[in-house]
């Protein structure tokens, strides 16, 4: 390198423009300007330079200069003209010829670099003649100075040539951890992942695996932090102890494996037979794989060691699902077959941890998975004691909802109501005690002594105690003391009901089940409310189901004995597997959905008791037709053909043929949400709400077997109920006016009013309310059968493809309410179906 010129402020950069904007200087004086401003970056460039950048150079080039060391075949001349030391390797293959390993200006800094070049050079350049190459050699002489307390046998693996690794100075230190990171060549080897280098460090260098570095970690540490598996394996063909060793944090490479989500490499250690019993930080590794939510690391410890999934942390005595962060882990686990409501050492399920840390999405996947909502956990709380505590009314909707009692006391006397009562914050405290009162609260404590309702929550016991008799006197200074509540909630109806299903009963019961999407979570939670009530399975209160749609599958769900409570949770795992990408959705996942609840080859006639009617739409004719999948034998009125029987039209299947998801999934194809069953679309279409079909059916019915001469089979049917999927709010329509546009303004407002037109055709068709309930009530009243129809208003319009968690429980939330309010008619009801 030449002499280097100084950099020195130059104040023509640091002129300005004139005030107009425009440039003060003449054209001569902007030349100079840019001239000085070239010269300016040559001298930065130069300044800047690489003095160790190698070069290849003549040795004859240096016959004029001063040799001040000479070492093997490295020679450290003084360039005398340019006042530099330069550092040359001669080729020992061309000793014409050289390379130039460094210009430096300060003759100290020569000395040094040059004894630290002549001391780990002469191995490579005499064991390959790759060496001698200006790439490798740059290469290399930037390792030397980069990383100054490393060995030769170091360097060679960052070089990664193998020849280097017979030369004898390189084998000697195959071992060596006299550096800053204590590390090994064998470490380094693992870390870049050289399989090559590896196999010529244990095979021809007799490197040892168990070696630790300051950090306590084995080549096995290492191989995991690089990215090549091969390296791993290769490692693992030799017994060692590194492979189950602990590093100063305690981490074995199986946990570390797990901490970077490595997913190969922990199933490459799990076949090397690595052990996942191993205590780290947070427990085994499986622990460490939800700790840092690895699923594909979790999923493969799993799957080598299926009892892993029922692991419990030495600390916590946990489970890998009390881990659990997210949906997505939680929902693999409980996929697996982990207990969904294993305790920990302190007693708390996972639910009470999903609650505790706010993660409400992995809440709704427990909730689903069926979590029981009122498990009592440390020092007696249920998660709704804890979410209380944490004012989280999403959390706290979802807890009730799928049935957590707020009136259990924990170990100290507390109520989940009481706890909301002592939050400080009188907003917040009065939004939580008006929530659990619209779901039937009932403050009926009486005052023992006087003490603040932010006493600490530990206190015991708590001053109160229920009295049934008579309310306290409401007064507005004791506000809070009064919402210190017993809760009895429509959900569990304060009426005693002793007698039970009479089966030799003389009078039949309808059920019918509006269509409606996954809003069929509101008719879930309506008989959830009604089997509390009476304390019998929905399929032995009734004696016949209708329904439509969604409405089918649960009927079918009744028919086959599934507790709505599971259905409840099925609806909620359900949306996520059919509801993917746009509509219409894919038909797979809904069939398999369906095949997986119902079974693949059952007959709609394997099960007899009670008698269920499924509508669908036979839309391969003109009118289209509505049909009924039965489970049973058509009355005679109903296999005659409707219309004209010269038309050669397939007749539809036999019910002892007809598979039940079959029959659900063409009852369910509504149309834009799902394609056609064959010739079936959605029975929404002609019979959202399947009462009068479903009341015609049973007519005709007793009808065909008054006609057989079976009249002393023929049941009266006395009690009717019609659930809803809930009903949306009405919203004004300004326009639905269609008619030919003159100019742009007036196509905009019949696109719109076609639009909002269309929507209104489809809602008044489909409607189950309005007119259809009505004409239900009215045929009953007529014949004297009671009637009730049971549909919450919701507050928002739910679409039937909904798979926000939040928006359901809210819509499940006002089904609880409208439970409590309608309570009366609610008992009224049960009464009925319970009487002989």
């Not at 040094?112 to 490798?136: A, D, G, M, N, R």
């Not at 009295?467 to 200074?477: K, T």
């Amino acid at each position: 390198m030449g002499d280097r010129a100084q950099l020195t402020r130059d104040p023509v950069l640091f002129q300005t423009e004139g005030a107009g904007g425009g440039s003060s200087q003449p054209a001569p004086q902007k030349m100079q300007f840019f001239g000085r401003l070239v010269n300016t970056l040559t001298s930065v460039t130069n300044l800047f330079s690489n003095p160790f950048r190698v070069k290849e150079v003549a040795v004859a080039d240096y016959a004029s200069s001063d040799r001040v060391r000479e070492e093997g075949q490295l020679v450290l001349f003084q360039n005398t003209p340019s006042r530099t030391w330069d550092c040359i390797l001669v080729n020992p293959r061309h000793s014409q010829n050289g390379f130039r390993l460094f210009q430096l200006e300060s003759e100290a800094d020569a000395l040094v670099h040059f004894q630290q070049f002549s001391s780990q050079l002469p191995p490579f350049y005499e064991s390959s003649s790759q060496v001698l190459h200006l790439e490798v050699l740059q290469h290399l002489t930037d390792l030397i100075r980069n990383h100054p307390s490393w060995s030769v046998a170091h360097l060679a693996v960052e070089l990664g040539i193998r020849e280097c690794f017979h030369h004898s100075r390189i084998i000697s230190c195959a071992n060596s951890t006299e550096n800053e990171e204590g590390c090994t060549p064998l470490h380094l080897a693992c870390r870049k992942g050289d399989g090559e280098i590896l196999v010529e460090l244990v095979q021809y260098c007799h490197a040892q695996m168990d070696v630790t570095d300051n950090k306590g970690e084995t080549a096995f540490h290492y191989a995991v932090q690089g990215d090549n598996s091969q390296v791993l394996q290769l490692l693992g063909k030799n017994a060692s102890a590194g492979l189950n060793q602990v590093n100063n944090q305690g981490l074995t490479p199986l946990h570390l494996a797990c901490q970077l989500g490595k997913q190969e490499m922990v199933r490459v250690l799990l076949l090397c037979n690595a052990r996942c019993n191993i205590v780290g930080p947070g427990g085994y590794p499986i622990h460490t794989a939800m700790k840092f939510s690895q699923k594909g690391c979790a999923e493969m410890i799993i799957s080598m060691d299926s009892n892993q999934i029922h692991s419990k942390d030495p600390r916590y005595g946990a489970s890998p699902l009390h881990w659990a962060k997210n949906a997505e882990m939680a929902r693999m686990l409980l996929r697996r077959g982990c207990d969904v409501d294993s305790t920990s050492a302190s007693g708390n399920t996972a639910l009470h941890v999903a609650v505790m840390r706010g993660r409400f999405d992995c809440v709704m996947v427990l909730l689903t998975h069926g979590a029981n909502a009122g498990a009592r956990g440390e020092n007696g709380n249920t998660p709704l004691h804890l979410a209380m505590s944490k004012d989280n009314v999403e959390m706290i909707k979802a807890l009730i909802v799928f049935g957590a009692e707020v009136d259990t006391p924990n170990d100290f006397g507390e109520t989940p109501a009481l706890i909301a009562s002592k939050i400080s914050k009188l907003v917040t405290r009065k939004a939580l005690l008006t929530l659990l009162r619209t779901v039937g609260a009932d403050y009926r404590f009486s005052l023992i002594q006087e003490v603040p309702t932010e006493q600490s929550s530990t206190a015991s016991p708590h001053p109160f105690f229920l009295e049934r008799a008579q309310p306290p006197p409401i007064s507005l200074n004791n506000l809070e003391l009064q919402d210190l509540m017993h809760i009895s909630r429509a959900r569990k109806p304060a009426f005693i009901l002793n007698s039970m299903r009479d089966e030799k009963r003389t009078h039949d019961h309808l059920l019918c089940l509006d269509g409606g999407g996954v809003k069929g979570l509101v008719i879930i939670q309506l008989l959830i409310a009604i089997e509390k009530a009476s304390g019998v399975a929905t399929k032995d209160l009734f004696d016949w189901v209708a329904g439509t749609s969604t409405g089918g599958i649960l009927a079918l769900a009744i028919l086959h004995s599934k507790s709505m409570a599971y259905m409840r949770g099925v609806y909620f795992r359900m949306k996520d597997e059919v509801f993917r990408g746009s509509r219409p959705y894919e038909s797979g996942p809904l069939e398999e959905f369906l095949k997986r609840e119902f079974g693949e080859h059952t007959k709609m006639t394997d099960v007899r008791k009670p008698k269920v009617m499924l509508t669908g739409t036979l839309s391969d004719r003109q009118p289209a037709e509505l049909h009924l999948f039965r489970n049973y034998e058509a009355p005679e009125a109903a296999r005659e053909p409707r219309f004209s029987s010269s038309i050669n039209l397939k007749p539809p299947t036999h019910p002892s043929d007809q598979l039940v998801w079959r029959a659900a999934r063409s009852s369910g194809a509504a149309p834009t949400y799902f394609r056609p069953n064959g010739r079936f679309l959605d029975g929404g279409l002609l019979a959202n709400n399947p009462t009068l079909d479903a009341m015609t059916e049973i007519h005709e019915y007793n009808q065909d077997l008054i006609r057989k001469g079976q009249a002393n089979k023929v049941k009266k049917l006395s009690i009717v109920v019609s659930l809803g999927t809930g009903r949306s709010p009405q919203v004004p329509v300004t326009c639905v006016d269609v008619f030919r546009p003159s100019n742009p303004w007036e196509l905009a407002k019949t696109v719109f009013g076609a639009k909002e037109l269309g929507k209104m055709v489809v809602d008044c068709c489909t409607d189950p309310d309005g007119r259809a309930v009505d004409r239900a009530r009215a045929w009953c009243e007529m014949v004297g059968i009671q009637y009730f129809r049971l549909n919450p208003q919701l507050g928002t319009d739910i679409m039937l493809d909904e798979v926000s968690d939040a928006v359901l429980v809210d819509a499940l939330w006002e089904t609880e309410v409208y439970i409590y309010e309608h309570r009366e008619q609610f008992q009224k009801l049960v009464q009925l179906l319970l009487a002989p």
